[in-house]
């Protein structure tokens, strides 16, 4: 059975960091989509970033571009989200998903993970 896990979500202050790190059991993150997303409270889910593990093929949110590094560690087998510069708005709930492609990810499909809050305060 395919599970992924979110883990290093938290409560920071504007301006500070956080790591996520998405880690897969019963699946290999070879070859593969995997996106961060986030939805924060009466909003829509939104695609954060996503690379093509093995091609190194990435994307970003316009919002989060120059702040958050999204990277394939293959010692781990995790996909980690970095995030720098930490504003308000990036208060959320933090979800990775991985699947065959990234079309197949961001409208929804995959494996997706129960997520990891992350609150930003001023």
């Known amino acids: 059975q395919v599970r992924l896990v979110e883990s290093g979500g938290g409560s920071v202050q504007a301006g500070g960091s956080l790591r996520l790190v998405c880690t897969a059991h019963?699946?290999?993150?070879?070859?593969?989509?995997v996106g961060w997303f986030r939805q924060a409270p009466g909003k829509e889910r939104e695609a954060v970033a996503t690379?093509?593990?093995?091609?190194?093929?990435?994307a970003y949110a316009d919002s989060v571009k120059g702040r958050f590094t999204i990277s394939d560690d293959n010692a781990n087998g995790t996909v980690d989200l970095i995030m720098n510069n930490l504003k308000r708005e990036d208060t959320a709930m933090y979800y990775c998903a991985a699947g065959p492609n990234c079309h197949t990810v961001v409208t929804g499909g995959g494996y997706w993970g129960q997520g990891t809050q992350v609150t930003v305060s001023t």
């Open positions: 690379i093509t593990t093995g091609g190194g093929m990435l």
């Open positions: 019963g699946y290999t993150f070879d070859r593969v989509c």
